[in-house]
C-alpha cells in the first residue's frame, strides 16, 4: 500500500490536503525544507498523522508528539536516544528511519520497532531492488517496510510491485492529486487501490459501510473508479453493478460523508467509514441494512431526532429546555453509579448516567464520534498525571481524619453556595437527610421538576421483560421452575399450590392470626358498602327501559410482592374485594421464601378469601403466567396487585397483546408519600409517617410540605427523621431513599394544596388544624389521611380502605383497587311495540346521515309492520 507523505509547511497551509490524504490512511509528517521548523501540534487534530523527527531531535522531543497524538514517530536509527525511547513507549509507536548509502538494510538496524523507513536519494538499479527487497524480508518478517524514493515519480505498476513483496511505498503529496492523473501526479485513489486484489470476474471490491462507532450500515461494490470519485468529493460513492457509479443520497437525500477508506487483511475487501445523513443507509429508510440499531448509537440517534422534533411535555424535551435540571440528573446518576455494589445495579446505573451524558452532549452538539476521537487522543498520550480525585471529592480525605484546608476555589457561573452544597453532599452521603426548598424562591421549571418522580426506564426495563414474557407464554410451566432458580435462586418441583392448602401451610400464632381477622373484617366491611347489587332501571322515554347491571369478573390474578417484607396486607387488600364481587376462580402469585415456601401469613389470607391456586413465583413470569396461563396455572382475565418495575412493565405488555385477552387495575410506581403539615403539627407524628413509607424501598419518595412552619419546628422535625430512621431495622432502605425525597416550605394552605394536587400522591396526609376543612380542597390523590390520628399505616393494614393505589402521578386519572375493581356492568334495553314506534325515526335519521343502511333498515322493516294500516 502506500503511505501519503507531506512536508510540515505544505500541510500548515493547506489543511484540506492533509485531511484528503488521510481518508486512505496515515499520513507521514516530513520535516521542511529548513528542518522541523513548524510544531506539528495543530495538525494532529486534524488527521492521524506520522511525525518524521529530524537527525538532531531528542527523546524529550519525540515524547511530545507522541503525547500530543501522533499515531507514530519516525526516529532515526542511529540516534543515541532510540534505545531510551523504547524503554519508556511501546515498540508500536516507533518507526526507525534509515538513510541507504550503499549499506546493507540489515546492518543500519540495531532494535526491533514496528517498522522501518528505508530512504534512497536516487534512482536505483532494478537488480538493486530485488536485492534489498529479498534482504528486508529476510531480516524483518517480523516489522512493516516502507521504502521512499523522493526523487523517483512512482508509478501504479511500482506500488504494485512493491507490495507483491509486502513493501509500502511512501509517496510525496506532490506527486498525488484528488482530481484525476497527470503527467507529474497520480490519481490518490488509483494508487491506493494499486495494492487491492480482487477475484471476482467484473473487478469490483467487495464494501462494508459503517458509521464512525463502526457499525455496519450496509453491503455495497466499489470499483478503481468510485474509489477515486469518493475521494475526490470527500462522499460515499459506490459502483452499481448495474447502474454504474453510484453517488448515495443523490435521490433520497441520505448523503453520506466519507470519513476514512480502509481494507481488510487479505486486500480484497473495503471498509468505507462514513458519517451517515438523514433517514439512514437503507432503502427502507432504516439507518442499517441489517434490521434496528441498538446500544449507544441508537440512542444518540434517538436523542437527536428529539433535539430536532420532541414531543411536547416529552421528558428528554424538558432535559433539552433546562440545564438545571440535566445538570442535577447527571451528578444524581453519578453519585447512585457509586453507590451501586451488584454487577446489574453498575450496569443499570452506568446506563442512566450514559444517556444524561449523552443527553448533554446532544443539547451542545458533541456526537459520539467528538467523544471516541477524545478517547483516541488520550490512548496516545505517554505521559500521565497522577489522577487522584480534586479536593472537594476526594472521600478519602475525610476517611482518613483530614481535616479540610481551603475551599475549592469556584468555578466560572459557579457560587459558592453551590460547591458547598454539593461538598455537603458527599460529607453526608449515608446521613438520613432530606433536600429542603423554599417554593418562593423556586423556580416554575424547577417546580415542575420536583413534581417528577424517579425516572422508570420504560423502553429498558420493557427490552428485558418481552423476553421473560415470551419465554413463559411458549414453555409455560418448565420456563417458571427456571425462572424462579435463576431470578430467585430457588429450585422448586411445582410452582404452584392448589386449595384446599394444607394445614400445616397456614400455622400462625394466635396475636398473627386475630390481627389478620380484625383486618379482615374491616376490609369485607368496607368493600362490601360499595357493591351496590340493586339493578339500575330507567325509561328513557315511554316503552323505552335502559337497565344496568355488574357481573363479577370471572377469573383474577393477584399479585402479592415479596422479596424484602411479607405482605399479608396486600393479600387481603386484592382479595377481599374479590371476593365480595364475587369472582369466580382467584389466583394469588408471590415469590417463593429462600426455603421455597410461601409466608403462612399469605396462605392464611388466600384460603380465607377462597383462592383456588397460590403461584409460587414472582416478577414478570408470574404475570405472564397468569396472563396466558399454563398446565398448572389457570388464565385469568384482570390481573391486579402492585409491584416493582418490572412486574409492571409485563402488566402493561400482557395488555396490550390481544392474543392474551387480560386487563390491568393500573399502571403503578414506587410506593409514595406526601405531608402536608402547618405549625399545630407534631414533629414527631410527621416523622414517623414519612419514614412509613421511605422504608418500602430505595427507589420510595416522601415529601413534606412545610406550610409556614418556623425554623425550630422543621428542624424539630428533621432531627426526628433522622433519629426515628437511624432506629429502623430497614435503616439501610431509608438510606436510599430518604435523599431522593424533599422538603417544600410553603407560605400558605393554598400554595401546598396546588402543589399537593399537581403531584397526585398515592398517599396524602393532613397534619392541619381543622384538617377535615380541606378535603374538599384535595383534586388528586390516591387515599387522604386526616389529621394527627390517622396515620397511613392503618390505610395500609386494617382501617378498611384499600392500599392498592395508584402511584407516580396516575391519582390523576386512576382509582385505587376497589370492589368495582373486580366487576363489569352490562347495560340493557327494553322497547315495547309503542316504544319503537316513538324512537324508530330517530333512529332510522340517525342511521341515514352516518350511511350505514343496515342499521335503519332493521328498524325500518318493524316500523313498516307496526304502522300497517295507518295510511
Known sequence: MILPAISLDVAAKDTSLLTSLAVVGDVLLTPGPQGQTQDPSALLEAASCWVQLPSDSTVDTALDYLHAGAAKVVVPAAADYVTSLLQQVSSDRIILSVELDGASPATAITAEAFGY??????AAEDQNYVKTIRELTASFTSSRIYWSTPSVPPTIAAIAAWDKHD??????????????????????????AASLTSDRPDGLFATIVVDEQRVALGLCYSSVKSISEAIRT???????????????GA????TQKLVKITYDCDKDTLQFVVTQEGPGFCHLNTRTCFGADSGITALEALLR????????????RRLFEDPVLLHSKIMEEADELVEATSKADIAWETADLIYFALTKCVANGVSLADIEKQLDKRAKAVKRRAGNAKAKWDLSLKQNGATKQEPAATAPGQNATAVAKTETKVERRKEIVMKTYSYADTSDSEK??????????????????????????SRGDAALLDLTAKFDGVKLQSSVIKAPFPAGSMTLSKKVQDAIDQ???????????????????????????CTRFFRAIEKVGLYVPGGTAVLPSSTLMLGVPALVAGCKEIVIATPPRIDGTVPPEVVYVANKVGASTILIAGGAQAVAAMAYGTD?????????????????????VAQSDSSAMVSIDMPAGPSELLVIADATCNPAYVASDLLSQAEHGPDSQVVLLAVDLKPELLAAIEDEVKTQGEALPRSDIVRESIPKSYIMKMDTMQQAMDFSNNYAPEHLILHLDDAEKWVEKVQNAGSVFVGPWSPESCGDYASGTNHTLPTYGYARMYSGVNTLTFVKHITSQTLTKEGLDRLGDTVTTLAEVEGLEAHRNAVAIRLKDIRKGRE
Open 448 to 473: 415542575e421538576a420536583l413534581l417528577l418522580r424517579p425516572i422508570i426506564k420504560t423502553e429498558e426495563i420493557l427490552a428485558r421483560v418481552k423476553p421473560i414474557v415470551d419465554e413463559v407464554r
Open 234 to 248: 470527500r462522499t460515499g460513492v459506490y459502483q452499481s453493478r448495474a447502474r454504474g457509479l453510484w453517488y448515495k
Open 519 to 545: 383486618a379482615y373484617d374491616n376490609i369485607y366491611k368496607f368493600h362490601d358498602a360499595q357493591l351496590d347489587k340493586s339493578v339500575l332501571r330507567v325509561e328513557t322515554m315511554p316503552g323505552v327501559v
Open 305 to 316: 431526532s428529539r433535539k430536532a422534533a420532541a414531543p411536547q411535555g416529552s421528558y428528554t
Open 632 to 652: 398448572t396455572v389457570p388464565k385469568v382475565d384482570k390481573i391486579c396487585g402492585p409491584g416493582n418495575q418490572y412486574v409492571t412493565a409485563a402488566k402493561m
Open 251 to 254: 435521490s433520497s437525500g441520505a
Open 167 to 192: 513493501i509500502n511505498l511512501v509517496v510525496s503529496s506532490t506527486h498525488l492529486s484528488t482530481s484525476g492523473s497527470s503527467s507529474n501526479t497520480l490519481d490518490l485513489g488509483e494508487a491506493f
Open 117 to 122: 523507513l528505508f530512504t534512497v536519494s536516487t
